[in-house]
């Protein structure tokens, strides 16, 4: 990553991405960071009105946890994370519903586990597209636009995820291959050159298997973006731009994988969307063409039926 932790987090969050921000970060946290982050996050109103002091005692830690809490969290200072409670707290008291808990037990109804599981993915989405850096997403549709050759990397669900997002690429007429074997990856990454990108899709930003090929694409010179959950995760040191999902509530009956991947597949289509604008010319027609090359197989379904 070319720039440290610090610089991803430069700009302060809106008060309404706080929540967002303190869920994505929080998994990576040292355990006196999360009762600070926690703490803000459950009661904005009632931290905001404290001092350091006063929130360090709140939360048995000391006032320099909470100042690197709040840096962490994007803020310069203590004073400044105080300013972004308060008008989460504005925003939390203009109306909105109370959250809806979505752990599930294993003998909820059918209907209770639609409603929980609809509120979590919405969650999940709002979550992404609060965090989501656009100056980072712009800098990677720009890459991803002019590329020679563009390879994804992704295992287990996320490799689900690099599929879809080599399969779209390729609907707009770019040379895009997705790849879940290591080694395979490995040995496509190191013929990348300067003009080529590479991604890396991974949640935890730790999967040796992603971080492998991301990292000798990154050597030889490909521009390389990682979308993952762990910003500050060893992904992050071999990737140029950084897209950070949500870190959605890992539950017993809801693995990581199943949350992670509404939000990848989020940032996905972010992508494929901002790609196909910034290259309509030629994205248009090859969208058309290849909409056209599978009609006959939609009308003989269609007719099967």
Known sequence: MTQDVKEIFATPPAPAALAAKVRTLAPSMTRSMQRVAEAVAGDPAGCAALTVTGLAELTGTSEATVVRTARLLGYPGYRDLRLALAGLAAHQQSGRAPALTTDIAVDDPLADVVAKLAYDEQQTLADTAA???????????????????????????SGLVAQDLAQKLLRIGLLAQAHSDPHLAVTNAVQLRSGDVAVAITHSGSTGDVIEPLRAAFERGATTVAVTGRPD????????????????????????????????????DC???????????????????????????????????
């Open 131 to 157: 965090g989501l850096d656009t100056a980072q997403l712009g800098a990677a549709v720009t890459a991803l636009a002019a590329a020679r050759r563009i390879d994804v990397y992704g295992v287990g669900a």
């Open 233 to 268: 995760g060893p992904v992050g040191r071999y990737a140029d731009h950084v897209l950070t999902t949500s870190t959605a509530r890992e539950s017993e009956l809801r693995p990581a994988a199943m949350s992670s991947r509404t939000s990848q597949l989020l940032v996905v």
């Open 271 to 305: 992508l494929f969307i901002g790609v196909t604008q910034r290259t309509y010319d030629r994205a248009g027609p090859a969208l058309a063409a290849s909409y056209e090359a599978l009609a006959h197989r939609h009308g003989h379904a269609r007719a099967v039926r």
